[in-house]
């Protein structure tokens, strides 16, 4: 997998997300100078209109899923945007308040008081810090930049599309980020993490794993964190998060759950290929996406919103791509009803 011409594994985990967005919208890596001022600019847009705010808050108590707020909070944003070079403004404006809007809604949602984001750190840490109140150790913040530089783009998936489908038709950035938004919300395109580290823990020990597996296996259901519609070897950014996830459980967290991981994925691969031999439903980005995120301390409804704060980059980099080709997205279909019908007045139908 290729990201702005560089291999995943070579970047992923070494580059700062601030640098992955600045090769992405501008197709080169950031000098110093560069790479800080494109930060500065991008943090100082952090906060949220208090009209956004009370939306979110309106919401509270209502048990609302958290990408339904991320969806309405978006549409509050960009109408004070400068005439002059707009659409960059609003892209940044977009990038910046994508983890304030998560973390406000999760801290409203549970009755805590929105913390302000910070303009000193990097994108990564205010996501740790409005969440938690508190400034994470260089250890989570390094994970959660791999994750999020690992998932800032996918090719030509379901949400980037239809981000380039509202593009196209000259509509605005926010309109194209709000239709992702709606993409992304979709359980067949964003949302499977959580189910895959349920999984785990609804197995809880080792020795029981073939036999709860095994079980849903031949009750029909999925696996989730295991097969992909696109890649039908490994997913190479399950590699990538795999290593992360590795790196991060041995210096601070539970390595009880992580060797747990381990061995239901051991188990999994090989009941796979006995339940469906010539499929080769390898490992995806999404098992390894629930231990690394769970680790970190995110709450699991905060997952698919967290993958949005990373892909959010990736689709202004396709909009940015797609504003400049200029052309109309307006695929053909074929009609396959019933042809050669015969109009019939309503009193004789």
């Known amino acids: 997998m290729v990201i702005g011409g560089f291999k995943v594994e070579d ?17 080169k890596l950031p000098n110093q ?19 956004t705010l009370d939306l979110l808050d309106s919401y509270a108590g209502k048990e609302l899923n958290m990408m339904d707020a991320l969806r309405a909070a978006v549409g509050t944003l960009g109408w004070d945007a ?15 308040t994508f983890p304030t809007i998560v973390a406000a809604a999760w801290r409203l949602f549970n009755r805590k008081k929105v913390i302000n984001p910070d303009p000193v750190l990097s994108h990564a840490a205010n996501y740790l810090y409005m969440l938690e109140g508190e400034a994470p150790n260089a250890e989570r913040v390094r994970g ?13 998936n379901a949400s980037t599309f239809a981000a380039r489908v509202i593009v196209s038709t000259a509509s605005d950035f926010v309109s194209a980020i709000v ?67 590795e790196q991060f459980y041995k210096m601070a967290g539970d390595m009880k759950l992580y060797n747990l991981a381990l061995d239901v994925e051991k188990v999994a691969l090989r009941v796979l290929e006995e339940h469906k031999p010539g499929r080769n439903l390898q ?55 019933v042809s050669d019908r015969q109009w019939a007045e309503i009193d004789r139908r």
């Not at 959660?144 to 030509?156: F, K, P, Q, R, W």
């Not at 259901?221 to 992909?228: D, I, Q, T, W």
Request: glycine share 10%; net charge negative; with cysteine.
């Open 82 to 96: 400068p005439k002059e070079g707009s659409d960059l403004w609003v892209a940044k404006r977009l990038l910046a």
């Open 179 to 245: 239709g992702a938004v709606g993409a992304l919300k979709g359980p067949l395109h964003g949302g499977a993490p959580g189910p895959a580290l349920d999984m785990v823990f609804e197995i809880g020990e080792a020795g029981k794993a073939e036999a709860v597996l095994r079980k849903k296996l031949e009750a029909g259901e999925r696996l989730m964190g295991f097969g992909h519609r696109v890649y039908k070897v490994r997913d190479p950014r399950a590699d990538v998060l795999a290593k992360a996830a």
């Open 33 to 51: 100078t560069e790479l800080k001022e494109f930060s500065v600019s991008v943090a100082e847009l952090r906060e949220l209109p208090p009209a």
């Open 283 to 337: 490992t995806n980005v999404e098992f390894y996406t629930a231990l690394l995120l769970h680790g970190l301390g995110l709450p699991t409804q905060c997952f698919t919103p967290t993958f949005a704060i990373g892909r959010v980059g990736g689709w202004l980099a396709h909009c940015f791509e797609q504003r400049k080709d200029g052309r109309l997205i307006r695929p053909q279909s074929e009609y396959v009803g």
């Open 11 to 27: 970047v992923a985990d070494r580059a700062s997300f601030e640098e992955m967005i600045y090769l992405l919208w501008f197709d």
């Open 144 to 156: 959660l930049e791999t994750y999020l530089n690992t998932v800032i783009d996918h090719g030509l």
